[in-house]
Structures are given as structure tokens and as C-alpha cells.
């Protein structure tokens, strides 16, 4: 038994991902066509209609659509694949630069014997920027300047992408201001803009708290035991790559601060332009663009080093944003059978013969599953909100508990959802293959499900409301 456990390979991520699109092809053939009506509201938005549920002709999904779907995915999310692209191209011409190193071992050293600090300090941070302006795709780049911080400072590469992937993750998924997903719910609701932000706010603090403290208990088990990582052997090589700059004592060149300088002052626009002008990832892509040429420059680059620099980087994130349209054809396949409006009546009918605390966490299950195929906030509320919100009034439970529930069910299954764009995207900087990363995340997940069902009990009990 020793012998075949130690010879045991764990699949590709992409074998994976292609095994998931088998299984929703194949659930294309068993499960009937079906859609609701949908109707533009107040705000112009195309919102389903409750109680609308209708079959349509089934369209089972064959070896050939099989085959066509991860071009068609990679249509779908071409725009993420792109700022991937782009992102890990500009991202080495920074590197290129030695100015993230150099700033790395500035701070490493500022920290000597408090590195531990650097966790709650910065999770902080990134948790209320996903928790006030629904940061998300924004954590891609931060991912590649932490991974190294963490190895230099004795952790491991999950716990650099933890810092601010898993911080911001939380902070969208117990938000209190997420205008992409408490906002548009809400409105969906007809509820009061951003009402119910005192409850909000404690589950934000929990929710923080919590991903905090198991990210550190992590963090100094690793630092005590590097051995325990699931990537030890990964790890091992980047800390030799990275060796030179902890036995060098060279201080910031004038280029160096100014590359610098332009990566705080790019990333403060990008907060700016999200928070004030609506930024999305197209506008981001461009800052990041602008910040790796101007970086080349600063750096004295010439033209050809920066261009060498930008395809290598671009080109060590191929595999991801392949990743990214494998992962949007399993949504493909199941949006082209007409079977994502099925799935979801299925789930939502049984509710209303339920207990309201029970038809509650069910409630909870339906969103979580949902969102294993429609993991954009903001779509997930149009397509769920308008029938679990009656649902809701059906059995008892209030709107802005309603709310809550799609909150809590969009998004802390993000974090391990293989159809999630940006967690691809963060794995593919991160250098860590989704299969160890889907165990080691599997506890956390079990922990904020339990917080989510203490959070909503009082929720329900009370009838929090307006109504």
C-alpha cells in the first residue's frame, strides 16, 4: 500500500477542469431544457421573472461542443485571459527591474523578528477593499509581489497568496458596502441602498478575523516546519533562486525608488478610478501597461529589454489563461443546454415546503451551488435575487436576510470554485496547482460555512429587516 500511495499522482489541474466539462456535457442529457422569463427593471437590468419557469426544447451537449467549448470559453472570458496576459507581462518588466526584491528586503528587514505582523496588517487592508469596493480581479498583480515576501520571510508561496487574495475574498464575501453585490441585490430587493450595514459590519470583523487567524496558525506552522507545505519542493527552489537577496545589503537605486514610487501611485489610481470613475479590468490592464513601460524607462531599460522582458512574463501566464476559458466552458456547456435555469428551480422549488430556519440554509446551499456556474456577483444576483426574494417572502424569511444568504453562497466558494477566473488567475501567479490548493483550502471553506449558518440564524429569527 506504501508503494502505490507514494507512486499516486495527483491529475493536472487542466485534466481537472477537463473532467468537470465531461460530467456537465454529460448532465446535458439527463437534465431537461428550461428557462425563466426575464424582464429589464427600474435600472435598466435584465432580472428573471419568479414563478416564470418554463421547459424549452433541450439542447444535450455532444462530442463536438465538448471539443468547441474551451474556444468558446476563452471567448467568454477573453477579457480576463487578457489582463492576465497582460498583467503578468508588465509585472516582469517591474521585476525586471529589481525593485520589487530590493523593496521586498527593505521591508523584510524593517520587520526583522515581527514578520508575523505583516499578516493581520496587510489581510486588513485587502479584506476592507473587498468588503467597500468589491476588490476582486484587482488582486492578480498584488499575488506576484507577496509570494516571494513570504518565502523570504520563511513562509510558503500559499500563504503570499492568502495575504491578499484570500483577505479580499473574504472582504467581498462578507461585505458591508460591495456595490457589485450587497449594492445590486439589494436593489434587485427593492431594499434601501446599502441598509442592514450594522450587522453587515460585524460579519465583516468575524469573517476577517477568522481568515486572518487561520492564515497565521498556518504561517508558523510552515515557519516551524517548511516541510509541511504542499508546495515544500516548489517552495524549495524559489527560496535558492531567492537566496542572493537575503545575503545582499544593496540599497534602492535612484531608478529603483521611482519604479517604486510608480507602483504605489499606479495602484492608488487603480483604487481611485474603481471607488470613483467605476474602473474595471480594462482600465486596470492599461495602468499596468503604463506602469511596466514607464518602469523599463525609469530603469534605463532599452526598448528591446523591456519587449524580451513583457513576453516572458506574458508567456509564463499562457497556461492560466487557458485555465480561465477551460474553466468558462463548463458554463458554456451548461448556459447552451439550457440547464443553468433548471438547476435552479430544481434547487429553489422543495424550499417552500420547509421550516423558515431550514428553508434558510438551504438557501445557503442553492447559492453556493449556483455559483459553481455563475460566479460573477452582479449576474448571480440578477438571476437568483428576483426568485429567491420571493421564495423568501413565501416561507418567512426577509429580504435583506435574502440578501445575506446570496452574499454569504456567492462568495466564499470563490475560494475554491476551479470557475472561478480570478482564483485561476491568482493560482497561475502564485505557482500553485489548483489540486493543492482545493485541500489545503477545504478547511477554511468548512469554517466560513459555519460562520455563515451562525450568521444568518439571528438573521432569521429576528426578521431582520426593513422587511
Not at 497568496?161 to 427593492?190: D, H, K, R, W
Request: with cysteine; net charge positive.
Amino acid at each position: 500500500m506504501q508503494k502505490k500511495a507514494e507512486t499516486f499522482r495527483v491529475p493536472h489541474t487542466f485534466a481537472i477542469i477537463f473532467t468537470i466539462i465531461l460530467l456537465v456535457a454529460a448532465a446535458t442529457w439527463i437534465l431537461p431544457g428550461g428557462e425563466f422569463d426575464r424582464e429589464k427593471n427600474k435600472a435598466g437590468k435584465t432580472t428573471v421573472v419568479a414563478n416564470t419557469y418554463h421547459p424549452v426544447e433541450s439542447k444535450p451537449q455532444g462530442i463536438k461542443e465538448v471539443f468547441m467549448s474551451p474556444l468558446k470559453g476563452m471567448e467568454k472570458a477573453a477579457n480576463i485571459a487578457g489582463f492576465i496576459l497582460i498583467v503578468g507581462g508588465a509585472f516582469a518588466v517591474i521585476q525586471k527591474t529589481g525593485a520589487i526584491d530590493a523593496g521586498i528586503m527593505k521591508m523584510i528587514r524593517l520587520l526583522k523578528g515581527k514578520e508575523i505582523l505583516l499578516i493581520p496588517i496587510t489581510m486588513t487592508m485587502f479584506s476592507a477593499g473587498g468588503a467597500i469596493f468589491g476588490m476582486s480581479e484587482e488582486t492578480i498583480p498584488f499575488v506576484g509581489i507577496f509570494v516571494p515576501m513570504a518565502l523570504l520571510m520563511g513562509y510558503d508561496r500559499i500563504t503570499g497568496m492568502c495575504i491578499p487574495y484570500v483577505a479580499a475574498t473574504t472582504g467581498f464575501a462578507g461585505a458591508m458596502l460591495n456595490p457589485f453585490t450587497v449594492g445590486i441585490a439589494q436593489s434587485f430587493s427593492e431594499l434601501p441602498a446599502f441598509s442592514g450595514i450594522e450587522y453587515r459590519t460585524g460579519i465583516w470583523v468575524a469573517s476577517t478575523v477568522l481568515a486572518i487567524s487561520f492564515v497565521m496558525w498556518y504561517a508558523r506552522r510552515i515557519k516551524r516546519n517548511p516541510e509541511l507545505s504542499p508546495t515544500y519542493e516548489e517552495d524549495k527552489a524559489a527560496r535558492a533562486s531567492l537566496q542572493h537577496l537575503k545575503e545582499s545589503n544593496a540599497t534602492l537605486t535612484t531608478g529603483q525608488q521611482l519604479v517604486l514610487t510608480l507602483l504605489v501611485a499606479g495602484m492608488a489610481l487603480i483604487v481611485l478610478g474603481v471607488l470613483k470613475w467605476e474602473w474595471y479590468i480594462d482600465e486596470i490592464a492599461a495602468v499596468f501597461l503604463g506602469m511596466g513601460i514607464f518602469a523599463g524607462i525609469f530603469a534605463k531599460m532599452s526598448t528591446n529589454d523591456i519587449a524580451d522582458a513583457f513576453v516572458v512574463g506574458a508567456k509564463d501566464m499562457v497556461s492560466t489563461a487557458i485555465l480561465v476559458g477551460l474553466a468558462r466552458a463548463i458554463v458554456v456547456l451548461a448556459s447552451d443546454a439550457k440547464i443553468i435555469d433548471t438547476i435552479l428551480n430544481t434547487l429553489a422549488a422543495p424550499l417552500a415546503g420547509l421550516p423558515t430556519l431550514v428553508s434558510a440554509y438551504a438557501m445557503l446551499i442553492v447559492q453556493i451551488i449556483i455559483n459553481f456556474f455563475v460566479t460573477s456577483g452582479t449576474g448571480q444576483a440578477a438571476l437568483t435575487i428576483p426568485i429567491m426574494a420571493s421564495l423568501g417572502d413565501l416561507v418567512g424569511i426577509t429580504r435583506q436576510t435574502t440578501v445575506l444568504i446570496y452574499q454569504f453562497g456567492n462568495g466564499f466558494s470563490d475560494m475554491i470554485f476551479p470557475t472561478s477566473s480570478v482564483l485561476i488567475g491568482c493560482l497561475g501567479m502564485a505557482g500553485i496547482p489548483w489540486s493543492k490548493w482545493a485541500r489545503w483550502v477545504l478547511p477554511l471553506q468548512i469554517a466560513f460555512f459555519v460562520l455563515c449558518v451562525i450568521a444568518i440564524t439571528p438573521a432569521v429569527l429576528m426578521k431582520w429587516g426593513p422587511f
